[in-house]
């Protein structure tokens, strides 16, 4: 009975153990099975990760690309409406327009040719008065017949030009005003090479292939590459653009294999940029996966079944491997996520083409993207880890002492990674190996959980302040053409026009001393009257385009002679509240202050129907403010009125805003029922890069 019952509890016992041994046997092929699962997804989703992240590239720098194309567009444009604009061209003065012309930068190889649908009317690439070819050789009357942007220039397809044997892009506007041989339009020629330096200039990564093509799926060419796959990718590319698709991508089969096609269609130039890469380099990172799953997957099985050994001499209980299981599961899962979030955070980063640094609490770079890294390289940066671990506060204090005006750059951004402020925006100068170089930086701090974080990214300006300059210079030449007609106009209507008044006035009053009835006394009254009323209204306008003494009598003393002048011919009063430092600004501020005093009044003048006018410049310790205010009619009236008013005032108002934005001012314009006032402010001292930053 003893016996039995010893031998009762061993079997008991030996039963017991098995199912448990059993147990930590299956709990460890299930965690072997699953952790091979979790390897494959791992695994298969870096592969396919890898696959949207070079789509998301291809798109990108199609993106970037179409952007380029657009702002050289806007660029060529704006110098388009520019010339358009010239008085030389509405007084149909075409000698002095030619030369205009060619004094106005281009691109190189460029041309600009004024025409109608019968002749050629100028070009800049044939001498003024020199033999015209016909239109027929002219290959742009179809072109214009639907504006292809919002502002009126047309951006035509590739062309072929028979006279110069080359391709070329035309940008053209139809002119406002018709001339009396018809409609004109003014159009600037360009190459096709020019625009494919917004290709090169993008740097696409290895692999990729860039191309443009314009509105009728021509390539446009500026090497010998040619587009593969012509047929089949021209086909789907049409089809996409015909079901209103301006971004996306898609595969074709060709030759040596597909193609990933990535595109960009510009509404505002109906230009498409494409990026093609090899459909083999993109699914090239699945290819080793299956190699190294199944190297997984026999590590795991020998990991699982040396731990199963190990659990059944160690662990006393399955309720204790299931939950070590469980837990090791959830770490992983848990450091796999964190892993994703920052490769997905880091390949976001590196698609941008701004210079991107992610700073601490401190100050210090705890991440760069690949633009960052490809600026270090290229301007000799020697460190491998590209600033990753130096303070960044502490670099722009040293730059700071080597260029004081560096030091609002480091006072801003030490404001916003203490949190002082959110953002800081600024620019700078700096200057590369072979030309100089202009970056915007933009500094912005967020929160996330407990730790705070600084962006800071730098971006290349150059061209948009290449371009800005330009814009300057050309609005500077405008302006001074202006001034030269508004003097030469002066003179001619005071020598020539008021005297041939003058001499209809004695030759009338010679007929006043004949016999007339009294009917013709009438007449010849009413014709006397509007003569004199002519007369007047001649010398006013001529006074009020007289050039100023600036250089030798001051602002304050030249308004107030002029002022007087103006009453006097007017009989409306004037009042002038000038402070006197104002004569201490420099010549170029004061000369376009006395030009704003002169459209004002002649505004005033022309449209008020006013009574008086007081005319005010103040000091303030930075600033200079003018105003004009009138007690007439004010300027709110209905839509068609307002139409014919702005006709007439022709360049005045646009010509006060561009003369105060070349010193960094403003103009407003308030008007209503009691009168109009118009405020003029600009610094008193012109602030350094102020063009730049505007």
């Not at 008013?645 to 070349?662: C, K, N, T």
Request: net charge positive.
């Amino acid at each position: 009975m003893s016996a039995a019952s010893a031998a009762e509890p061993r079997v008991a016992l030996g039963s017991s153990s098995s199912r448990t041994r059993n147990r930590i046997a299956l709990a460890a092929a299930l965690a072997s099975g699953l952790s091979f699962l979790i390897a494959a997804f791992a695994v298969y989703g870096h592969a396919a990760q890898d696959r949207h992240d070079s789509i998301q590239r291809g798109l990108s720098i199609s993106a970037a690309a179409s952007r380029g194309l657009e702002r050289e567009a806007d660029a060529l444009g704006s110098v388009v409406k520019g010339l358009a604009a010239s008085p030389l061209l509405a007084a149909d003065d075409l000698a002095p327009f030619h030369r205009q012309l060619l004094a106005t930068p281009r691109p190189d190889g460029s041309r600009f040719v004024l025409w109608n649908h019968e002749r050629v009317l100028l070009s800049s690439a044939i001498s003024y008065g020199g033999h015209l070819p016909p239109i027929n050789l002219f290959p742009l009357g179809g072109q214009l017949m639907q504006p292809t942007r919002h502002d009126g220039l047309s951006v035509s397809e590739r062309l072929y030009a028979p006279l110069t044997r080359d391709w070329i892009i035309a940008l053209s506007l139809r002119l406002a005003s018709a001339a009396r041989d018809g409609e004109r339009i003014l159009t600037l020629a360009v190459p096709e090479a020019y625009f494919g330096k917004v290709v090169r200039e993008s740097n696409p990564p290895d692999g990729w292939m860039m191309f443009i093509l314009d509105r009728d799926l021509q390539q446009v060419r500026w090497d010998g590459t040619d587009l593969p796959l012509a047929s089949s990718l021209r086909l789907r590319l049409a089809d996409a653009l015909a079901r209103g698709v301006r971004s996306g991508h898609f595969e074709v089969d060709g030759y040596n294999g597909g193609m990933l096609v990535a595109f960009e269609h510009s509404i505002r130039t109906g230009y498409t940029v494409l990026s093609t890469m090899p459909a083999a380099q993109i699914g090239q990172p699945t290819y080793p996966t299956q190699r190294w799953l199944w190297y997984a997957g026999m590590v795991l099985a020998l990991i699982g079944t040396a731990s199963a050994g190990v659990a059944l001499r160690t662990i006393g209980s399955t309720d204790a491997l299931k939950s070590a299981a469980v837990s090791t599961r959830a770490r992983y899962q848990a450091r796999l996520s964190l892993m994703q979030e920052r490769e997905f955070l880091q390949a976001s980063l590196d698609a941008l083409s701004a210079h991107i640094a992610v700073l601490d609490e401190a100050g210090v770079i705890v991440s760069v993207n690949e633009a960052w890294k490809r600026f270090a390289k290229d301007n000799g940066y020697p460190a491998p880890s590209y600033g990753l671990g130096m303070n960044y506060l502490d670099v722009c204090a040293r730059a700071r002492l080597a260029d004081p005006a560096l030091g609002q750059i480091h006072d801003g951004l030490a404001a916003v990674v203490a949190g002082r402020t959110r953002e800081y925006r600024d620019v700078y100068r700096c200057d590369g190996p072979d030309r100089p170089r202009w970056f915007q930086m933009r500094a912005t701090r967020f929160i996330a959980g407990a730790l705070s974080r600084t962006i800071v990214a730098h971006e290349d300006i150059t061209e948009v302040v290449a371009i800005r300059a330009e814009i300057n210079t050309l609005s500077e030449r405008l302006l001074n053409v202006q001034e030269e007609e508004r003097e030469r106009i002066a003179v001619e209507l005071h020598d020539s026009t008021a005297q041939h008044l003058v001499a209809v006035s004695l030759n009338l009053m010679q007929v006043g001393s004949l016999r007339l009835p009294p009917s013709g006394r009438r007449i010849l009254d009413e014709i006397d009257r509007s003569l004199e009323e002519a007369l007047k209204e001649l010398r006013i306008f001529t006074y009020l385009l007289h050039p100023p003494r600036l250089e030798n009598d001051g602002l304050v003393s030249t308004v107030q002679d002029f002022a007087e002048g103006f009453a006097k011919r007017t009989d409306l009063e004037t009042i002038l509240r000038f402070d006197e430092a104002a004569d201490g600004l420099s010549v170029d501020l004061q000369r376009a202050l006395f030009r704003i005093v002169q459209e004002g009044l002649a505004n005033v003048h022309r449209h008020a129907e006013a009574s008086q006018v007081v005319l005010s410049l103040r000091l303030t310790s930075d600033q200079v403010i003018l105003s004009v205010a009138d007690n007439g009619r004010g300027m709110r009236r209905d839509r068609a009125e307002m139409g014919a008013r702005q006709a007439s005032l022709g360049v005045g108002i646009p010509g006060m805003r561009i003369r105060l934005g070349q010193f960094g001012g403003s103009l407003r314009i308030r008007s209503g029922r009691r009168g109009t006032i118009i405020r003029a402010a600009a610094p008193r001292v012109t602030p350094k890069g102020m063009a730049i930053r505007a």
